[in-house]
């Protein structure tokens, strides 16, 4: 399972991107959402992040990507790049 959660401050940019991101998964919270569980639609919503979203980001702005499997690998974009503390989750 893959889980991406979002956090933009601009209700533009923010409109943008969860329009974006409900043609890869669907909605769980507000702003979180279960992405389908596959490498090419990781690998897809990565690249159109950095080259379409990530330039417009500030320091308020934060993407989480969480990828869960038995090595919980966790991506970070805009200001949660920042963010060094470790994530647990609990199944």
């Known amino acids: 399972m893959i889980l991406l959660s979002y956090d933009i401050s601009n209700d533009k940019k923010r409109s943008r991107f969860a ?7 669907h909605r769980l919270q507000y702003s979180v959402y279960e992405i389908d569980n596959s490498p090419r ?3 897809n919503v990565i690249t ?4 379409k979203f990530e330039k417009s ?9 969480f ?4 090595m919980c690998e966790t991506y970070k974009f805009g ?11 609990i199944k």
């Open 48 to 51: 159109d992040i950095r080259n």
């Open 41 to 43: 639609i990781l690998d």
């Open 67 to 70: 990828k869960l499997n038995p």
């Open 19 to 25: 329009k974006y991101i409900k043609k890869y998964g």
């Open 79 to 89: 200001y949660a790049k920042n963010e060094d503390n470790d994530v647990i989750l």
């Open 57 to 65: 980001f500030d320091q308020s702005d934060s993407i989480y990507i």
